[in-house]
């Protein structure tokens, strides 16, 4: 090798070297302004002078060049409690909640984003309660988190603990711009999780026992389905009634009670306008609202109704099954499938919810790629459809939104074979350690209480230690089952 080629190898790598040493101080100094962050730059100046502990704590740290392991100082600022409300396509996820065999879970995502943001120091002690935990597959508009996030408000402000060592002024009733939680967290998420908008609440406020109602919809096509059946059939679900065989009884994780109230339900055409009363492929929604649900209830529900619009079973079949001392046991039959599934909302009273217009169309944009790419897709599906059938193919009168595949012979539901009894159910998980029998305060009942494992935290079933009801919880919230959502 020729001295000359050596001499131009040491050179390539100086440079190199160098511009190593460039980035890294570049990668220190955005570190550096991310700290910077904690103060909003529009505060209050009297906020400001209360708050000195924390600015000269953070600017002493500048030209560190060990930024990068540097502790990032949580005790140094506020936190408040606030609500977030999030819309997310749950098609590529394994369900809403945090779950111990995957970590492909929009919760999963969302504590990732907190903890990148540095709103959140650790989930076991940011307060987290969450409204209703999806199933896989399952989407939602309006899924609503509340969390104690990092704030900017040295002043206070409702839902705001300011740190003991910060000094607040008597003087002073304004605090300058909260955080940009809404943006700060939707640049970090993945496009299909997006938070819509936040809300500052009170202490000791609970996006799952606080929660005044459920809204979910399920979308299909009207196919070979008789909708105006499905429609009258539907309002019978609602009132108050045990719909144990209309969910999957979840005793293992301690649901045991099995009434739920259903506010509304009913089927109607999403587009009323564009209605033919003839076309297959006009869609429509089941639509249900209820002060909670069961654990796959809203997809059992919507299997009866696919039976009924093609006739299988007639709309009696729904006040049979709620009749649960003339059929204790739920039949065997699949429920529907997970995608169409949407938690459209969760409603509060008490919160004001603010809206960032640049978010807010942000979102927007993002959500009509996402419906671009959809609807291209449909109708090149559809103009195929249509050319088969112009050639004489025929449409198949199978409902594919029911899982599994279709019995040649039709078979009633109370024909069927049952599962298991509630009561044999309470007795498997008894002996297995999973519940367990404790004497009544009359010193004769019974009652059952679930065992916590050591990861409930995380387990599908049971939601975070933070989400149990709180001591000044009323009776009733606290015998709400472990599962909210669908």
């Known amino acids: 090798m020729s001295e000359a080629l050596i001499k131009r190898i040491k050179e390539l790598e100086a440079d190199l070297e160098k511009l190593k040493s460039q980035l890294q101080e570049r990668s220190e100094a955005r570190d550096d302004v991310e700290l910077m962050s904690n103060t909003s730059p529009n505060e209050d100046t009297h906020c400001k002078s209360n708050s000195n502990t924390s600015i000269s704590s953070i600017s002493s740290k500048k030209g560190n060049k060990a930024s990068k392991a540097r502790a990032f100082d949580f005790s140094a600022n506020p936190r408040r409690h606030v609500a977030l409300r999030l819309a997310y396509l749950g098609w590529s996820y394994q369900g809403f909640a945090v779950q111990e065999n995957t970590d492909n879970t929009v919760e999963a995502r969302l504590f990732e984003a907190l903890l990148k943001t540095r709103l959140i120091q650790e989930r076991q002690t940011s307060n987290y309660h969450r409204c209703g935990r ?34 607040v002024g008597a003087k002073n009733k304004t605090n300058g711009s909260e955080l940009p939680y809404v943006k700060m967290l939707n640049r970090v998420l993945p496009q299909d999780i997006r938070v819509l908008d936040w809300a500052p609440a009170a202490e000791g406020f609970s ?25 009258d059939a539907a309002k019978r679900y609602e009132g108050t009634y045990d719909f144990r065989n209309l969910c999957k009884m979840d005793v293992g994780n301690g649901v045991l009670q099995f009434e739920r109230t259903i506010l509304s339900a009913s089927v109607e055409p999403v587009r009323p306008q564009l209605i033919s009363g003839v076309d297959q492929y006009d869609l429509f929604m089941f639509e249900i609202k209820g002060l909670g649900f069961l654990y796959h209830q809203v997809r059992c529900m919507m299997a009866l109704l696919l039976l009924i619009g093609q006739k299988l079973e007639a709309p009696e079949i729904i006040n049979q099954l709620l009749d649960v001392k003339s059929n204790p046991r739920k039949p065997q039959y699949s429920m529907a499938v997970d995608y169409p599934l949407v938690l459209h909302d969760c409603h509060f009273e008490g919160l004001s919810w603010k809206q960032e217009t640049e978010e807010v169309t942000h979102v927007l944009s ?33 409902c594919s939104l029911i899982e599994g595949s279709r019995q040649r012979n039709y078979r009633p539901l109370l024909e069927r074979p049952c599962c298991e009894s509630l009561e044999s159910r309470i007795n498997h998980f008894v002996k297995r350690g999973r519940l367990e029998r404790e004497e009544g305060e009359s010193g004769g009942e019974m009652v059952l209480r679930g065992k916590r494992s050591k990861h409930s935290h995380s387990s599908p079933g049971l939601p975070a230690p933070s989400e149990m009801p709180s001591a000044n919880k009323s009776t009733h919230q606290q015998a709400e089952p472990l599962l909210t959502g669908e």
């Open 207 to 231: 996006a799952r026992f606080d929660c005044q109602s459920r809204t979910y919809r399920y979308y299909f096509p009207r196919g070979p389905l008789d909708v105006t059946l499905m429609a």
């Open 366 to 398: 993002t959500l009509q790629q996402h419906w671009t790419q959809s609807a291209v897709r449909t109708h090149v599906l559809h103009g195929m459809i249509q050319g088969l059938e112009a050639r004489g193919g025929a449409s198949s009168n199978h």
């Open 134 to 167: 999806t199933d896989k597959g399952v989407s939602a508009f309006s899924q609503v988190i509340t969390i104690d996030l990092r704030s900017t408000q040295f002043c206070g402000g409702l839902g705001v603990t300011v740190p003991e060592h910060v000094v």
